[in-house]
């Protein structure tokens, strides 16, 4: 049912815990599986310096918490934006139909931590919607 990449991060998740003092936090969840996933952002000079994150959910959103916080660290915010649900789902060799939504959560909680990081910053991110 899950790809070998999906319970690698899974029972090795990259980046877990949290910054204090970051640049940008977004928190997101989902009402019908009450999955939590919160994302800190360390941002210095447009670039994404650390990413930590916690998840309070499944095991499919453990894993995509994780291979997206790989998926940005390092990158430009532009970079980051670019990064979606389906370029998770493709970096961990794809995800079971029903937990596709998983992987939402994570581009979701990635661009709410941006949005927190330009609010706090007062800066206009190019194609960034406010959260939900
Ligand atoms: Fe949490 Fe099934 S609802 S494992
Ligand atoms: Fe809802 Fe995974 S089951 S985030």
Same mark, same amino acid.
């Given at each position: 049912?899950?790809?070998?990449?999906?319970?690698?991060?899974f029972?090795?998740p990259?980046?877990?815990?949290?910054?204090?003092?970051?640049?940008?936090?977004?928190?997101?969840?989902?009402?019908?599986?009450?999955?939590?996933?919160?994302?800190?952002?360390?941002?210095?000079?447009?670039?994404?310096?650390?990413?930590?994150?916690?998840t309070?959910?499944?095991g499919?959103a453990v894993a995509?918490?994780?291979?997206?916080?790989?998926?940005?660290?390092?990158?430009? !915010?532009?970079? @980051? %934006?670019?990064?979606?649900?389906?370029?998770?789902?493709?970096?961990?060799? #794809? +995800?079971?139909?029903? $937990?596709?939504?998983?992987?939402?959560?994570?581009?979701?909680? !990635?661009?709410? @931590? %941006?949005?927190?990081?330009?609010?706090?910053?007062?800066?206009?991110?190019? #194609? +960034?919607?406010?959260? $939900?």
């Amino acid at each position: 049912m899950y790809t070998e990449k999906v319970m690698d991060h899974f029972m090795n998740p990259r980046n877990m815990g949290e910054i204090e003092n970051a640049s940008g936090t977004g928190t997101v969840g989902n009402a019908k599986c009450g999955d939590i996933m919160r994302i800190f952002l360390d941002v210095e000079d447009n670039i994404i310096k650390d990413v930590k994150f916690k998840t309070f959910g499944c095991g499919a959103a453990v894993a995509t918490s994780s291979m997206a916080t790989e998926l940005v660290k390092g990158k430009s !915010i532009e970079e @980051a %934006l670019q990064v979606t649900n389906r370029s998770v789902m493709e970096a961990l060799d #794809g +995800l079971p139909k029903a $937990k596709v939504h998983c992987s939402l959560l994570a581009e979701e909680a !990635i661009h709410a @931590a %941006l949005w927190d990081y330009a609010q706090k910053h007062n800066i206009e991110i190019e #194609g +960034l919607e406010p959260p $939900k």
